[in-house]
């Protein structure tokens, strides 16, 4: 993707979008936990991501997103870094558990 024309831009916006997403669900278990830390702000992407969900709206059918590629992209960003949080939160509430 990245010898495509602006891909490396596109390639460094998606690495952005994954460590917010990572320092969001961190935190957000942090504070699961009881520890203070302050109340992360959600990610734009994520923000659009659980509107689109939550109103049931198909992603990208009638020009929902100019770039549709690209949002999907960012909607795969999302995707694995949320399983990402879940196997790790099930892991730990094994662990607990045992």
């Known amino acids: 993707m990245e010898t495509r024309r602006g891909g490396r831009t ?3 916006k998606l690495k952005e979008l994954e460590n917010a997403l990572i320092e969001y669900y961190g ?11 302050p ?3 959600k990610p734009v992407a994520l923000e ?4 689109c969900l939550a109103l049931e709206l198909p992603l990208v059918a009638g020009g929902l997103q ?11 960003v999302i995707k694995n ?3 990402i949080q879940a196997l790790s939160t099930s892991g730990e509430s094994d662990a607990k558990s045992s």
Request: proline letters at 6%.
């Open 81 to 83: 870094v949320q399983t």
């Open 10 to 12: 596109v390639a460094g």
């Open 48 to 51: 659009k991501y659980e509107q």
């Open 66 to 76: 100019d770039q549709p590629h690209i949002w999907l992209l960012e909607v795969g």
């Open 27 to 37: 935190a957000m278990n942090m504070l699961q936990e009881g520890l203070n830390t």
């Open 39 to 41: 109340i992360p702000e």
